[in-house]
Nanobody, 122 residues
Framework: VQLQASGGGLVQAGGSLRLSCAAS????????MGWFRQAPGKEREFVAA????????FYADSVKGRFTISGDNAKSTVYLQMNSLKPEDAAVYYC????????????????WGQGTQVTVSS
């Protein structure tokens, strides 16, 4: 099982980025896909999640209204559209998978991708 995250980069405050997480190695139709982030010296924190089966989404309060998580079943890929980025959004972003429910605790996710760095300049 592999989760491959991509799309990070350097952006100015107020700008946008779209992260992608491509899943392979098994069927993820009954899984929840989540995005987490970790800034230097801080714990890994939940950002957003989506359930493949029901299309249910959930967001951390800090990103609600600015970030959108979506999925493309045909491509087994989950996206995180990040708009109105702030310096405090800068972190390494990770995608992860678990089943069956959306949870916000990182240690409860079964599969993890490598991180992708997001840097936001003020």
């Amino acid at each position: 099982v592999q989760l491959q995250a991509s799309g990070g980069g350097l952006v100015q405050a107020g700008g946008s980025l779209r992260l992608s997480c491509a899943a392979s190695g098994r069927t993820f139709s009954d899984y929840v896909m989540g995005w987490f982030r970790q800034a230097p010296g801080k714990e890994r924190e939940f950002v957003a999640a989506i359930s493949w089966s029901g299309g249910i989404t959930f967001y951390a309060d800090s990103v609600k209204g600015r970030f959108t998580i979506s999925g493309d079943n045909a491509k087994s890929t989950v996206y995180l559209q990040m708009n109105s980025l702030k310096p405090e959004d800068a972190a390494v972003y990770y995608c992860a998978a678990r089943r069956p429910d959306i949870l916000t605790t990182a240690r409860l996710y079964e599969y993890w991708g490598q991180g992708t760095q997001v840097t936001v300049s003020s």
